[in-house]
Structure formats: structure tokens, C-alpha cells
């Protein structure tokens, strides 16, 4: 896991971790690809014990599921202290209901990497023909009551970006009683370094990413556009997370800043505050172009609210 041992601490009492040495798949951008070595349990919950963790993302590198000991990990990790685990998995072992079951009890949020809801596509990004290993993982999430606390991180990338409204229609068809979906924008970093293809241009995805998310919400289903510039969403720009997290009182970024540039339409826009801005390594790939001030004021954008009725089984 590098100089790290597989472990950052992102503040706030909270550790997040990687629990597994492998992967199961080879997603084309992957921002944290493994690096071989195994963390040590031992050593994780002395820190949760020295340092009084109370909050724990796994996931950071690896996929956690292919720990034989994952169940394991929940419990002493609970013991040790920790009131909050959050799992970030590719879903493909929770095909084993015995696994999928121990993470359901066992986590308190789970993020579902999905890059497909298409075959072809899905094992283009990922190299592996897994989707429908996913397809029956979130089958017993939902067996075993999990899915309102599952959401689905769809990486935005070149190979997808045609296909956002057809995922956002399968998703509103068949996983209604998902938490949320978050459509990712991805990031030219680690293995997606040298393949700069891959990064779309946000002003041509932007229809597809605003028709996909105005069809989870005809649906009562919980969508948002995260690292997207407030600019690539007119008339949408509510569905971002970083104005939401600006909306809670909270900064627009994460603590995991990305390396951004400085562009003159952010100088002048009213919403530079609540924006994600413009990104490096996107402003190498397609330049300032479509960047535009807005004189909107962030206050008055009207917060989006979803009504969620109860499922009648
Ligand atoms: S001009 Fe800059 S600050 Fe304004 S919306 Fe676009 S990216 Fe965000």
C-alpha cells in the first residue's frame, strides 16, 4: 500500500483503509490500482484504539471482499471501537449470499462501483464479463433489506457517457429502493494517466448526465453530479454535490483537494464558492473552452427534495 500502509486518516475521526492486496477487476481508469501488500488488522485497530476512530472507510485500494477474513475485519473493527463503516465495492463477491449477507449486518453505508448496466461496456471498462455477478449482489442487498443503504458510483468516462440515461432507466426500473446514484466524473490519474481519451469534454456530456439524473428524479430516486463545474449543469446545477454540500454549510470540496487551475470566467462567477472548479489534468486534455461566469446567486438555488414511498412488497 506505498508509505501509507494502506491507510489515510481524512480527519474528523475518521480512518479510511484498504482491507484486501487484489482485485478482482481492471477498470481501465482506476485512480488507486493495488499494490500487493496485505494491511494488517492488528495494526489498524491499534490506531482505532490510540487515536479514538469512530469512523471507517474501506475501500481506499483493493476490493475488501476478497479478504477471507472480511467478515472478520467488521467485527473486531467494532470491537475496537469503530460506530460507522462505510465499504466502497465492486459488488462482484457479494454474488455469494453468505458474503453479501455478513456486509449488509456488518456495514453501515455501502458504494457500489458500476460503470454498465451493459454487458459489452461494463467489461470494456473493468475487463471482466462480471456485470452479472453485480446484477445478483444487489439482488440480495435487497434480499437482505440493504439496498436503502447502497448507493451506485458511476464513473463518468468516455466509454459510457452515451449510455448515462439507459443506466439511470435501469436503475429506476429495477433498483428504486437504491440510496443514491452519483454520477462521477472521472479523473486522468493512475492507470487512466496515459489514456487522456478517455476523459470526456463536460459540455458534451452534460445533456446525458442532466436527461440521466431528470429521469431518477421522475422516479423518486436520489441522483448527483459530483467534480462536475456548476457551468457544465445550466439549469441543473442543484443536482451537483459540492453546491449541496455548500447548501449543508459545508466547504464545496472534500478534503482530498484536486489540483485546480486558475480560469478568468471563476474569477468573475458568483457561484466560484460553491463550484468544483476547473480541474488540471481536464484543462490539459480540453483547455478553458465552455467555462463561463454565471451571475447566479448560490443562495437562491432551490435545494431538490425526493419524495420516496414506501415499497409495497
Ligand atoms: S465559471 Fe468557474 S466557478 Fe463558475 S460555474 Fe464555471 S467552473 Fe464554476
Not at 57 to 69: D, F, K, R, W, Y
Amino acid at each position: 500500500m506505498g508509505a501509507n500502509n494502506g491507510q489515510n486518516n481524512s480527519g474528523g475521526g475518521q480512518l479510511n483503509i484498504a482491507a484486501a492486496d487484489k482485485c478482482n477487476l481492471n477498470c481501465v481508469y482506476c485512480k488507486s490500482p493495488v499494490s500487493g501488500e496485505m494491511p494488517s488488522l492488528t495494526e489498524i485497530c491499534k490506531r482505532v484504539k490510540r487515536d479514538g476512530i469512530t469512523g471507517m472507510g474501506i475501500g481506499c485500494s483493493g476490493e475488501a471482499t476478497l479478504n477471507p477474513q472480511f467478515p472478520r475485519w467488521l467485527e473486531e473493527l467494532r470491537k475496537a471501537g469503530v460506530t460507522r463503516i462505510t465499504l466502497s465495492t465492486n459488488a462482484v463477491a457479494l454474488e455469494k449470499p453468505e458474503l453479501c449477507s455478513a456486509v449488509a449486518r456488518g456495514v453501515d453505508f455501502i458504494s457500489i462501483n458500476i460503470p454498465s448496466h451493459l454487458p459489452e461496456v461494463y467489461k470494456k471498462i473493468t475487463g471482466k464479463p462480471y456485470l452479472p455477478k453485480v446484477r445478483t449482489a444487489l439482488e440480495n442487498l435487497d434480499a437482505f433489506g440493504a439496498l436503502r443503504k447502497t448507493a451506485l458510483a458511476h464513473i463518468v468516462s468516455a466509454l459510457n457517457a452515451p449510455h448515462l440515461d439507459g443506466f439511470a432507466q435501469w436503475v429506476a426500473k429495477d433498483l428504486r429502493d437504491i440510496l443514491f446514484v452519483d454520477f462521477v466524473f472521472m479523473q486522468t490519474c493512475g492507470r487512466a494517466e496515459a489514456k487522456p481519451q478517455l476523459l470526456p469534454d463536460y459540455f458534451t456530456v452534460s445533456p446525458h448526465i442532466t436527461r440521466a439524473l431528470d429521469t431518477l428524479r421522475a422516479a423518486s430516486v436520489k441522483g448527483v453530479a459530483q467534480h462536475m463545474p456548476l457551468c457544465a449543469l445550466p439549469g441543473h446545477e442543484n443536482y451537483a454535490l459540492e453546491l449541496q454540500r455548500w447548501q449543508d454549510g459545508k466547504p464545496a470540496l472534500e478534503s482530498d483537494m484536486p489540483d485546480l487551475v486558475p480560469c478568468s470566467a471563476c474569477k468573475k462567477c458568483t457561484l466560484a464558492l460553491a463550484c468544483y472548479g476547473v480541474r488540471a489534468d481536464y484543462a490539459r486534455v480540453h483547455g478553458l473552452d465552455g467555462f463561463c461566469a454565471s451571475r447566479k446567486d448560490p443562495k437562491k438555488i432551490p435545494r431538490l427534495n425526493y419524495d420516496r414511498p414506501e415499497r409495497v412488497r
